[in-house]
């Protein structure tokens, strides 16, 4: 396995470190400004904000990995993810919720994009022989990210809470800003991709999310159509 491959592995583990890791720090500002009640909305949203983009952009964002590079996809999702934290760390200067959950979901976004182009990128870093150990590291380390980020975040958003939820949230944000920071650095290193498909997309994201999502819609009706009324799961 080349250089390429493990710089991969550790900057797709980023990005999924990061968006977990701001989605703690953001439940425990809501928490901290609205109290357990009340914040509960918000925690739904950001919840939401996790997977929707995966809903809507996925056929999109695997178009695009088909036809540009799987490398730049990755160096431009990690160069965006830096623009969006400072986007988040404004919304945190100027004390606006709606802003810090809408940039969250641009976060999450980028995850959305960026994983289909890491999926097909393995193969070209790494040959047929090695694809099953590979597809496995980037698993493993995207678990790992997962966890990593919702148990660190929530432990730097306590240390720092103290002075003021606003402000702790914002050196929390710093900390993972600066990570995203090397993170695209580290990006530049990855070696180019080829392009494999020119061919044109035909319909609009919104239609291709839409179609997905009705493909899920129906997988649900079906599965769950055929249960007689004595079904204990009923």
């Given at each position: ?10 900057l ?25 009640t009340?914040?509960?909305?918000y ?8 997977i929707?983009?995966f809903?809507?952009f ?19 999702c990690?160069?965006?993810?830096m ?13 606006s ?10 976060l999450?976004?980028?995850?959305a994009?960026i ?5 097909g ?43 003021t ?29 080829p ?19 009705l ?20």
């Amino acid at each position: 396995m080349n250089r390429s491959f493990f710089n991969l592995a550790w900057l797709q583990a980023q990005i999924v470190f990061n968006d977990n890791a701001c989605k703690m720090v953001l439940i425990g500002l809501v928490t901290l400004l609205l109290g357990t009640t009340f914040s509960q909305s918000y925690i739904n949203i950001f919840a939401l904000f996790t997977i929707l983009p995966f809903v809507l952009f996925a056929p999109l964002a695997g178009w695009w990995s088909d036809v540009r590079r799987k490398s730049s996809i990755v160096k431009w999702c990690l160069f965006f993810q830096m623009g969006v934290m400072a986007i988040m760390f404004m919304a945190f200067y100027i004390k606006s919720l709606p802003l810090a959950a809408a940039t969250f979901f641009i976060l999450s976004t980028l995850c959305a994009f960026i994983s289909p182009a890491k999926q097909g990128i393995i193969k070209e870093y790494v040959g047929e022989s090695r694809l099953g150990m590979a597809s496995g590291i980037i698993e493993m380390l995207t678990v790992v990210a997962i966890l990593a980020g919702a148990l660190l975040g929530g432990r730097m958003f306590d240390m720092y809470s103290g002075a003021t939820p606003w402000e702790g949230a914002g050196k929390c944000l710093a900390i993972l800003g600066f990570v995203c920071v090397m993170a695209w650095i580290s990006s530049l290193f990855l070696e180019k991709s080829p392009i494999h498909s020119d061919r044109p997309v035909r319909d609009s994201p919104l239609k291709l999310g839409y179609r997905f999502l009705l493909c899920c819609g129906r997988v649900l009706v079906f599965s769950s159509g055929g249960r007689g009324s004595n079904d204990p799961w009923r």
